[in-house]
């Protein structure tokens, strides 16, 4: 199995806090991604990193933001959390830009009440 | 922009084969991934195919015809573990590594 951690594994928070989820991998892969699955909506992509201090948004990016220092370090933050953000969160990472299986983290389950 | 269309769910019997298909419609084309997903779990690669045909990896195999834009995923022999979310996804053409995913088909294997 790849190496790629997610922390915390479970979370319940209030509106309007802060909130940062942790992925990391030690397979020195240079993609990472960031999930949220729902249902009825499947897995859909916030961000996504393409090397250190290298980001861009995915297709439901408001109200996240994403930092990668190192590579393998990708963190996922909610300046401040609302409801709809109640959801699984899956890290993603892949070693190639064309051929890209990617390989997924355990998943974050987040409550925000 | 990119559309992926899955059945959202379908029921089979143990023992017997299943297909689930998957119609995409993308601004170019750089393959299509099936993922496996069990409940409360992360998803799993299971194929990748870029050309047209067949690829058999033991019990499962999956089908791509490009002009049709069509893919679909073909388990044999099911067993109660086969159950399951079936995911398929595509790569969005230059857009790096990203992929863009189906909704899912949620297959339930009945006895």
């Known amino acids: 199995d790849a190496g790629i951690t997610q922390s915390p594994r479970h979370k319940v928070t209030e509106t309007g806090t802060p909130v940062t989820l942790r992925c990391h991998q030690t397979?020195?892969?240079?993609?990472m991604y960031w999930y949220r699955q729902d249902p009825g909506h499947g897995l859909r992509l916030i961000h996504y990193?393409?090397?250190?201090?290298?980001?861009d948004k995915g297709e439901v990016s408001d109200g996240y933001s994403v930092s990668r220092s190192k590579t393998e370090d990708f963190l996922l933050t909610l300046e401040s959390a609302t409801s709809s953000q109640t959801s699984v969160y899956f890290c993603?990472?892949?070693?190639?830009?064309?051929?890209?299986?990617?390989?997924f983290g355990p998943g974050t389950r987040l409550t925000v009440l | 922009g990119q559309n992926i269309d899955q059945p959202t769910e379908m029921t089979a019997t143990e023992g017997a084969i299943v297909q689930i298909n998957c119609t995409y419609q993308?601004?170019?084309?750089?393959?299509l991934f099936w993922y496996q997903q069990h409940a409360g779990e992360a998803p799993t690669f299971l194929s990748y195919?870029?050309?047209?045909g067949l690829e058999e990896k033991g019990r499962f195999s999956s089908f791509l015809s490009r002009s049709k834009g069509y893919s679909y995923l073909l388990l044999k022999e099911l067993q109660m573990k086969d159950s399951a979310s079936y995911l398929c996804?595509?790569?969005?053409?230059?857009?790096?590594?990203?992929?863009?995913f189906g909704q899912g088909t949620e297959l339930s294997v009945k006895p």
């Open positions: 195919n870029v050309l047209d």
């Open positions: 993308t601004s170019g084309f750089n393959g």
């Open positions: 397979e020195n892969h240079r993609y």
């Open positions: 990193s393409y090397g250190v201090k290298d980001t």
């Open positions: 996804a595509v790569p969005p053409y230059n857009q790096g590594g990203k992929l863009i």
């Open positions: 993603a990472i892949s070693e190639l830009e064309g051929y890209n299986e990617q390989f």
